[in-house]
């Protein structure tokens, strides 16, 4: 399966375990975000958990269209960051830092930082 905007790390099996059984238990909460063509921007832990659960995530899927793809990887930084604790080194804050002042002209690298 190929997953161009799958930027950050796996779940660990444990963050893996937790999320099956909350959408087990209660469905999809969060929509699985997906480009015009279909490649999951956001998501993908949610998506792999409803295959296994055997539940149609695409069918409420939030698409988004229109986007570039510096848009596409700004918005998963950007959802992904505020979602979950994900460690990162330096060199792999620096390269996101990149992608989202590329996509956010307007802001400082001090703004996108904080």
Known sequence: MSDPYRIFPR?????????????EAVGLRNPVIVDDVGNVIDGHERRDACI????????GADVRIGLSEVQKKALAIELN???RPIHLTRRQRNELL????MANPQLSEHQVAE
């Open 11 to 23: 779940a660990t099996a444990e963050e893996r375990a937790r999320l099956r059984q909350s959408i």
């Open 52 to 59: 296994e659960l055997g539940i149609d995530w695409l069918a």
């Open 81 to 83: 960051l505020w979602r």
């Open 98 to 101: 990149d992608v989202y002042l």
